[in-house]
């Protein structure tokens, strides 16, 4: 892999305004949806704050985050592992097609050989989002099998 201009870390407490930012940024553009700003700061603070329910990866070109993504944690009895969920993953406008998106999904890979406990990497994406399609496509990443439902509980 050539050198690149950006460096990933993993997400700290100093990082969740941004965090915070791209993820209200996210929702508006893929669901036009205001995320209520006082649940989202919680919930960030508190996946950064409990390391077992997941973490943050931030890419960043000097001292500006460039992106982000979240990686939870979901055991598989089949396989007695953990896959990975990338979710939450947001480039700042200024930095796409620049190859952010690709370091971080390189980090998580990195880091998931470390552990070898990681069997797989899983992640959701809009139907109609194919510009993101692509690109995971073109990362080694294939449509699932599955189908996704879910029934909100609030």
């Known amino acids: 892999m050539s050198e690149s201009r950006f460096t990933v870390r993993q997400g700290t407490l100093e990082d969740a305004e941004i965090i915070v930012e791209f993820n209200q940024a996210m929702a508006m553009e893929t669901e036009d949806k205001t995320l209520d700003n006082t649940i989202l700061t919680n919930g960030v603070t508190r996946l950064i704050s409990e390391p077992e329910r997941g973490f943050y990866l931030v890419a960043s070109e000097n001292d500006t985050i460039a992106g982000s993504l979240m990686i939870t944690k ?16 947001y480039v700042a406008p200024e930095f796409r097609r620049q190859g952010v998106y690709r370091l971080l999904y390189q980090s998580v890979k990195e880091l998931a050989d470390q552990q070898n406990n990681v069997c797989g990497f899983r992640l959701y994406v809009e139907k109609e989002n194919r510009v993101a399609q692509t690109t995971y496509e073109n990362l080694g990443m294939e449509e699932s099998y599955y189908l996704m439902y879910e029934q909100a509980n609030h």
């Open 74 to 89: 979901e055991w598989s009895d089949w396989r007695n592992q953990e896959f990975w969920w990338i979710q939450s993953v």
